[in-house]
T-cell receptor
Framework: GEDVEQSLFLSVREGDSSVINCTYTDSSSTYLYWYKQEPGAGLQLLTYIFSNMDMKQDQRLTVLLNKKDKHLSLRIADTQTGDSAIYFCAESISGTYKYIFGTGTRLKVLA | DTAVSQTPKYLVTQMGNDKSIKCEQNLGHDTMYWYKQDSKKFLKIMFSYNNKELIINETVPNRFSPKSPDKAHLNLHINSLELGDSAVYFC????????????FGQGTRLTVV
């Protein structure tokens, strides 16, 4: 089945690291993505990882993928108040053109 | 500007009405999507078109009818609107194939009263 789950809320202090977790069920997914949604806005692609990689770093963002456990995480280093948003993980299902989104994690950064 | 643009941004209408939401992309993509985001922020795919052909049709009531006049446009027409249709509808586009990240429009907030 296709199911992607995330914890709904995360609160961190400015300057700390944030780790947002995601679990998925479809083992045929080829790419996994992280999107950011700011209030009243669309979804902005932050980063993605191919399913045969286990880590990808892009400036303050680090994506870790544990394919065996079907677990994906997004680490934001030195979290800023501007990082407050909802973060969605998504998987693209091999052989389809469908993106399955997680439930979204609302990140709140405290000054 | 290159983008995925949707109109209108806000739509308030009465139950039973018929309404359309338009989407256009000038990114040269050949695949377009409609997603529905409910009040709990859950995003669910509704439809996908590739080169004007329907390739994904999730279990969406047939009151919803997508129309793709060309690769750059995917409109969503909704008949006999119901209260439960209230949501934010996002259009997206991508290139056909894998690892083709989807680019999203800003969303249309539909409120049915």
């Amino acid at each position: 089945g296709e199911d992607v789950e995330q914890s709904l809320f995360l609160s961190v202090r400015e300057g700390d690291s944030s780790v947002i977790n995601c679990t998925y069920t479809d083992s045929s997914s080829t790419y996994l993505y992280w999107y950011k949604q700011e209030p009243g806005a669309g979804l902005q692609l932050l980063t993605y990882i191919f399913s045969n990689m286990d880590m990808k770093q892009d400036q303050r963002l680090t994506v870790l993928l544990n394919k065996k456990d079907k677990h994906l995480s997004l680490r934001i280093a030195d979290t800023q108040t501007g990082d407050s948003a909802i973060y969605f993980c998504a998987e693209s299902i091999s052989g389809t053109y469908k993106y399955i989104f997680g439930t979204g994690t609302r990140l709140k950064v405290l000054a | 500007d290159t983008a995925v643009s949707q109109t209108p941004k806000y739509l308030v209408t009465q139950m039973g009405n018929d309404k359309s939401i338009k989407c256009e992309q000038n990114l040269g993509h050949d695949t377009m999507y409609w997603y529905k985001q409910d009040s709990k922020k859950f995003l669910k795919i509704m439809f996908s078109y590739n080169n004007k052909e329907l390739i994904i049709n999730e279990t969406v009531p047939n009151r919803f009818s997508p129309k793709s006049p060309d690769k750059a446009h995917l409109n969503l027409h909704i008949n006999s609107l119901e209260l439960g249709d209230s949501a934010v509808y996002f259009c997206a586009s991508s290139l056909y194939g894998e690892n083709t990240e989807a680019f999203f429009g800003q969303g249309t907030r539909l409120t049915v009263v």
